[in-house]
């Protein structure tokens, strides 16, 4: 069956060969776009939606959340707003509660956040393990990730766990070996918390490059705390994607410039720990390749509203909002290296989302206002 979808004041399709259109239209055949153009020359489809004057851009793209967890973590919140510092050390509390529930405690879960996702326009999300820690644990997150997302990463080097806080090297071991070989077959990328507190240079070094043997993607959460080899590991090994990108030296934004590898930026971990937003246009204006996600996870930015962050990255981050939903979509999908989504073209996947407004500035201009009206992923409405 063929969708023609109608009546849209704005597309925005971040395709360079059509750009911005006004009085458009799309046609979806089964999961993929057919044709997209003025909607005086649209060609007949089997049904027609008619959106009434609204704007439609493509479904939000969250390379990177971490939503297969169990609890939470309010109270460090609290304790955050109160003038603690964050320093990571609460991913561990996650972990025991993660490793104490059941498989379907844990589905809930990740369902219960992947439906606030897709509400608010979310079509794609990369889903990350990380609070099991062990063998076990680690698979069955990816395991239950798979079930919903192709993208899914291993993040068996978030933290050191308590069980071998002396005996760091020999984790670093059990990640990049057994734990490794057991999970990759349930995972598309590798990832490592390469920060203070968590995993060095050499550490993470090791750990990729056995993931990247093992034939995963890669990927790293680079630069959050304080500057580190993090963002230049990430150019050097060729990662998809260096996450956070917080404090950044010149020699840092160079490498990413000059770079495959996406800045990807997480303004809800900065609004959620009160620290210092990335500098997103210190970054655009270098010529790095800019995403913005989520970081959905339980402690340092619990939520899921990619709109949520589009605000905060023009607020905060000096983007204009056409560059923070770029960003959110197309940006996203470069994090993941995918071309079939994040953009409106014939043969793109047919995600999209209509907005309850004329305009995408809206995003940025109505913050905190539940604006999307319409979802449709993989061509069926949500």
Known sequence: MSLLVTGIAE????????????????????????????????????????????????????????????????????????????????????????????????????????????????????????????VADEVRSLRLAGEVTAETTYLGAHVVPTEYADRPDDYVTLVSGAMLEAAAPYARWIDVFCERGAFDGDQARTILTAGAKADLGLRIHANQLTEGPGVRLAVELGAASADHCTHLSDADVDA???????????????????????????????????????????????????????????????????????????????????????VLRPGARADLVVLDAPSHLHLAYRPGVPLISTVLHDGVPL
């Not at 996870?297 to 023009?314: E, Q, R």
């Open 256 to 342: 990413l410039a000059g770079s495959g590898t996406v800045a990807t930026l997480l303004p809800g971990a900065e609004f959620s720990t009160r620290s210092p937003y990335p500098d997103a246009r210190r970054l655009l204006d270098a010529g790095a390749t800019v995403a913005l996600a989520t970081d959905c996870n339980p402690g340092s930015s619990y939520t899921s509203s990619m709109p949520f962050c589009i605000a905060l990255a023009v607020r905060e981050m000096r983007m204009t909002p056409a560059e923070a939903l770029w960003a959110a979509t197309a940006g996203g999908a470069r994090a993941l290296r995918r071309d079939d989504i994040g």
């Open 11 to 134: 597309l925005v399709t971040h395709d360079p060969a059509t750009g911005t259109l006004h009085d458009a239209a799309v046609v979806v055949d089964g999961s993929h776009i057919a044709w997209t153009g003025p909607a005086a020359h649209a060609p007949a489809a089997d049904e027609r939606l008619d959106v009434q004057g609204r704007a439609v851009v493509p479904g939000f793209v969250d390379s990177h959340a971490h939503p297969v967890f169990a609890g939470d973590r309010a109270a460090e919140f609290a304790a955050r707003m109160a003038g603690e510092p964050y320093t990571g050390g609460g991913i561990r509390t996650t972990v025991a509660a993660t490793r104490a529930a059941t498989d379907d405690d844990l589905r809930s879960a990740v369902r219960r956040l992947l439906t606030e996702m897709r509400r608010q326009g979310t079509t794609t999300v990369e889903m990350k393990s990380g609070y099991g820690l062990t």
